[in-house]
């Protein structure tokens, strides 16, 4: 992996990981929004709640770096990975598929606005509390590598049907 990432570049990966994740979703039915299986039980709209919820778990994050503040929010402390990403989609099932749309877009937005405050420095600073490794690479995690994940994801099922 790369050490050090433009902000340029950082962004428009992060832009061209949403709009071809947004294209592939555009064409998309309620129903197939809606119908489990994607992976395991998630459907394709609990599949984008998930996405919205690592994002704005970033958003805290990055918020906090641009502060300065040597803590991050946590707002699950001592879950697995498993058992947020449980908890998340048990609250996110039963909203609606235009709801959880509306969230990830705004989301994203807020997203792209934090890491616009950021500075190329603060972007490629080792944290401590990611090891030493910097801080673009959990945006890249969060946001147009999960897009990618999850849009392979939904591809292969939709392909399956």
């Known amino acids: 992996m790369t050490k050090h990432i433009s902000k340029t570049e950082l962004l428009q990966r992060m832009q061209t990981g949403y709009e071809q994740f947004t294209t592939l979703l555009a064409p998309l039915s309620e129903q197939?929004?809606?119908?489990?299986?994607?992976n395991g039980k998630w459907s394709v709209k609990d599949n984008i709640a998930h996405l919205t919820v690592w994002q704005k778990y970033l958003v805290g994050?990055?918020?906090?770096?641009?502060?300065?503040?040597?803590t991050f929010p946590n707002p699950t402390p001592g879950m697995s990975e498993d058992e947020e990403n449980e908890l998340y989609y048990q609250k996110?099932?039963?909203?609606?598929?235009?709801?959880?749309?509306?969230?990830?877009?705004?989301?994203?937005q807020q997203t792209r606005a934090a890491v616009e405050r950021l500075s190329e420095e603060q972007l490629n600073m080792p944290l401590e509390q990611w090891k030493g490794n910097p801080v673009w690479?959990?945006?890249?995690g969060n946001t147009?590598?999960?897009f990618q994940e999850h849009g392979q994801n939904i591809q292969k099922w939709l392909a399956s049907r």
């Open 32 to 38: 197939q929004l809606s119908t489990p299986g994607v």
């Open 144 to 146: 147009f590598e999960h």
């Open 92 to 108: 996110n099932k039963d909203r609606s598929a235009a709801d959880i749309l509306n969230d990830f877009t705004t989301t994203y």
């Open 137 to 140: 690479p959990n945006i890249a």
């Open 61 to 70: 994050v990055l918020t906090a770096i641009y502060n300065k503040e040597t």
